[in-house]
């Protein structure tokens, strides 16, 4: 399981790079596929669209069943909503899993490549918390997000909206809201450190009025996080 980061190759580490190269098989989500073409030419690929992602672990283990080397590709790191779990979980499930070997291979996660390019907003407690219900339901989701806010964590929000999911953001905000100020930073960056990165620094009162998506992360502050210039800053607490 690999980890390509944001998919540029300066960004990839060099056992991502090596396992590409050395991989017979390469499998992956179309997307991911596309950022690392340059890098897998020559190589058998299985790619299948977004919610197949079972299918995908099937041909990996299919594959690496019968003898390939097989590099099944996540963008950022595979262990943070990617495919290493999954892939573990089906070979488990299947009895194969002390028959396949297995490494897991990280990568630059959507929070740190956000953060990266907004400044040093995770420079103390922070959680990062997916709005996408499709496999955890939003009550729980919910009870995640005001814990988090309660306890005055910076929060990192992956899969924040969709074109026909878009109300989940607007409830977050509300929840940060009751616990938060209206003034709180918060960055949102969409496709950090790829083509077409757009980067926004606003505040809690005002991030709904820039354009948010799945391509988005978003960082909202606790109540230490500040701007220092054109970037945001979480204090650690260095006395200065």
């Not at 990839?12 to 340059?38: C, E, F, H, N, W």
């Not at 283990?61 to 390939?68: N, T």
Request: overall charge negative; aromatic content about 6%.
């Amino acid at each position: 399981m690999v980890g390509i980061g944001p998919g540029g190759a300066a960004d990839m580490s060099p056992r991502t790079l090596q396992a590409l190269q050395t991989a017979g098989v390469i499998v992956g989500y179309k997307t991911y596929i596309d950022l690392v073409r340059d890098n897998i030419q020559g190589k058998e690929i299985i790619s299948t669209g977004m919610t197949r992602e079972k299918d995908r672990c099937a041909a990996a283990i299919e594959q690496a069943s019968a003898g390939r080397r097989v590099a099944v590709v996540s963008s950022g790191d595979p262990g943070v909503y990617g495919m290493a779990g999954l892939v573990l979980e089906m070979l488990d499930a299947s009895g194969k899993l002390d028959d396949v070997p297995v490494e897991v291979i990280p990568g630059i996660t959507s929070a740190t490549a956000a953060a990266a390019r907004l400044g040093a907003p995770l420079m103390h407690d922070f959680a990062v918390i997916s709005l996408s219900d499709l496999l955890t339901p939003w009550e729980t989701i919910e009870r995640r997000l005001e814990a988090a806010a309660g306890a005055d964590f910076v929060i990192v929000l992956y899969n924040p909206a969709s074109r026909k999911r878009n109300w989940q953001i607007n409830k977050a905000r509300e929840i940060f809201l009751t616990f938060k100020e209206p003034s709180t930073p918060v960055g949102i960056v969409k496709n950090a450190a790829r083509q077409d990165e757009e980067i926004y620094i606003t505040d809690l009162e005002n991030m709904l009025h820039h354009p948010i998506d799945m391509l988005t992360t978003v960082i909202v502050g606790n109540r230490s996080t500040r701007l220092a210039g054109g970037f945001i800053v979480t204090p650690r607490g260095y006395a200065l």
